[in-house]
């Protein structure tokens, strides 16, 4: 199991989630972020840190959004070529 990143990240660019996490886990697109469900230990780290409670362990995400797990795991395996998401982003960048 990994953590999850779900439909209140869309549009979020202020990225307090990704300071925190000890495996750089994040990745990006103009959505929103995504959790690498292989590099992800369950810390429990970044889900207190997103403003918006986007962040759920996989087992605990409301069935509404039951999508999102493998949603992150597919954006995830696109997106890698592009890097991680390690830093801070300003707002609307
Ligand atoms: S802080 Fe929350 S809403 Fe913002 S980028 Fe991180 S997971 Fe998404
Ligand atoms: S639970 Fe921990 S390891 Fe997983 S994405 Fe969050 S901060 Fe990173």
Not at 27 to 39: H, K, N, R, S, V
């Amino acid at each position: 199991m990994a953590h999850v990143v779900t439909q209140p990240c869309v549009g979020c660019k202020y990225t307090d989630c990704v300071v925190v996490c000890p495996m750089e886990c994040f990745y990006g697109d103009a959505t929103q972020l995504y959790i690498d469900p292989d590099d992800c230990i369950d810390c429990g780290a970044c889900a207190p840190e997103c403003p918006v409670e986007a962040i759920y362990l996989g087992t605990d995400v409301p069935e509404r959004w039951a999508g999102y797990v493998a949603l992150n795991a597919d954006r995830v395996r696109a997106l890698k070529p592009h890097g991680r998401v390690t830093e801070k982003q300003p707002r609307g960048a």
